[in-house]
């Protein structure tokens, strides 16, 4: 069956620190990845997506994330986070024609 | 403009009762989903169509049914409110479906709480 772990829970950084978020997924087939942002009140937008080729994406506001196929990973980094990065993040995945979202990470920003 | 919106933003009423939330998308996508969002943040689909048909239907009580008049449209029906059914509600487009590479759009949610 298709699924999708995000193990971090709630992730507390200071301003200026570096971001990973871990997300790791199974299914044996080709995937298709996508991270998506929700703000606090807000709606999920995506962040950036995964479908072929250079397995490095970036995607907006500075994030990028490495897919690792022998990893079954999907990881979302940013260099150096701001105090407006405070929101939930979900990593998805698309598999057997289902768009699995995993349980969100809470990041929190110390200003 | 509102590429995917939901209405009401906001719904407050008692168990018991019946409630709709409305959804409707302009970027001319073919597929429109239904996910729940608990108090802890998970995301979990409820239904999806694709061009007015049910496509994906995972286990929810039978008090849920969605229906799409036409491919801009999915609208929600809960018959008979519980306190679980408190949530927020998101209503999302793409096109194609998930078996292409489409990005879900979502709506603002509907924020849904039960008394």
């Known amino acids: 069956a298709q699924s999708v772990s995000q193990h971090n829970h709630h992730v507390i950084l200071s301003e200026a620190a570096s971001l990973e978020l871990g997300c790791n997924y199974s299914?044996?087939?080709?995937?298709?990845l996508f991270w998506y942002v929700q703000y606090p009140g807000q709606h999920l937008q995506l962040l950036l997506k995964?479908?072929?080729?250079?397995?490095l994406v970036k995607g907006i506001k500075g994030f990028e994330a490495e897919f690792i196929k022998s990893k079954f990973s999907f990881n979302l980094r940013k260099p150096s986070v701001q105090w407006s990065d405070t929101a939930e993040y979900f990593c998805a995945v698309i598999g057997a024609s289902k768009i699995i979202f995993g349980s969100g990470t809470r990041l929190s920003i110390r200003p | 403009d509102t590429a995917v919106s939901q209405t009401p933003k906001y719904l407050v009423t008692q168990m018991g009762n019946d409630k709709s939330i409305k959804c409707e998308q302009n970027l001319g996508h073919d597929t429109m989903y239904w996910y729940k969002q608990d108090s802890k943040k998970f995301l979990k689909i409820m239904f999806s169509?694709?061009?007015?048909?049910?496509?994906i239907n995972e286990t929810v009580p039978n008090r849920f049914s969605p229906k799409s008049p036409d491919k801009a449209h999915l609208n929600l029906h809960i018959n008979s409110l519980e306190l679980g059914d408190s949530a927020v509600y998101f209503c999302?487009?793409?096109?194609?479906?998930?078996?292409?590479?489409?990005?879900?759009?979502f709506g603002n949610g509907t924020r849904l709480t039960v008394t």
């Open positions: 299914y044996g087939g080709t995937v298709n």
């Open positions: 995964y479908f072929s080729g250079d397995p």
């Open positions: 169509y694709n061009n007015k048909e049910l496509i």
């Open positions: 999302a487009s793409s096109q194609g479906g998930a078996r292409t590479n489409s990005p879900l759009h």
